[in-house]
């Protein structure tokens, strides 16, 4: 019930979900204080149905970062942290959704992570172990994915930009599970070349105009997408802290 509220009103807020019983507020208030939920045990919970609706399928794995702000003031912070530039506060979400890749339909949730940032200061990115950044939901999100898909057929995983790192690559393609991501880095290659160069030496293999609907930002437009592959092997970043 309260999960369905909280999808029907669009809030979290327990006053407005008991829709002004009180019994059905404290009701909602004792669950969630309850020792035995938790945030891990929770996000355990979305995967259950996503197990079985995946069986056979070529599944699309998609995973993203959201920040959820929240009204809050000096003096009561609500042990919520820093988010966006650093002018307002709230909790991460970081959930990875299953979709059917013949049809588009929504086979459930997968599994991700919920945190929020601390005030301490923290070591420069680069000299910190993999399991001491946030950057590690990306593969752990992907890794666990793959015991709730291992009834798919196919697994293709899909990460923005942000998840373009070498242990993306390196931990997780298998024979059933793919890896697509969008580039932030100009990976160097084992060949000593960069990959935006090796990228650019191959012609392309299609071409398709799609509709772009309007936006704020910008009228309906149409863009034109071109496609184009080929193989390339990354080399090991020499200052790569794995663990």
């Known amino acids: 019930m309260l999960l369905r509220r909280i999808v029907l009103r669009e809030t979290v807020c327990l006053r407005q979900l008991a829709e002004g019983n009180h019994s059905q507020e404290i009701r909602f208030g004792r669950f969630l204080n309850n020792s035995a939920v938790s945030v891990e045990e929770i996000i355990a919970g979305w995967s259950q149905e996503t197990r079985s609706a995946v069986e056979g399928r070529h599944v699309l794995a998609l ?21 966006k530039k650093g002018n307002c506060f709230g909790l991460l979400l970081h959930p990875m959704l ?14 991700g992570r919920v945190w929020t940032r601390g005030s301490k200061e923290l070591t420069p990115h680069a000299e910190r172990p993999l399991n001491e950044k946030e950057s590690r939901r990306w593969v752990e999100t992907a890794e666990a994915a ?3 898909l291992s009834r798919a057929a196919r697994v293709t995983a899909i990460a923005d930009r ?17 890896l697509l991501s969008r580039v932030m880095h100009d990976h160097a290659l084992i060949d000593g070349s960069k990959l ?19 936006r704020a930002d910008r009228p309906a437009r149409q863009a034109t997408v071109c ?17």
């Open 196 to 214: 935006r160069r090796a990228v650019e030496t191959v012609a392309f293999c299609d071409t398709q105009t799609i509709d772009l609907r309007e």
């Open 63 to 83: 995973q993203d970062t959201s920040e959820i702000k929240f009204a809050t003031t000096p003096d009561s912070r609500r042990e919520l942290g820093k988010i």
């Open 227 to 243: 496609l184009r592959f080929g193989e390339a092997t990354i080399r090991r970043p020499q200052n790569l802290r794995e663990a």
């Open 98 to 111: 299953a979709l059917d890749a013949d049809t588009g339909s929504c086979l459930g949730l997968v599994g």
């Open 146 to 148: 793959k015991l709730v």
């Open 162 to 178: 942000e998840g373009d790192f070498f242990i993306m690559w390196a931990r997780l393609p298998d024979r059933r599970f793919d």
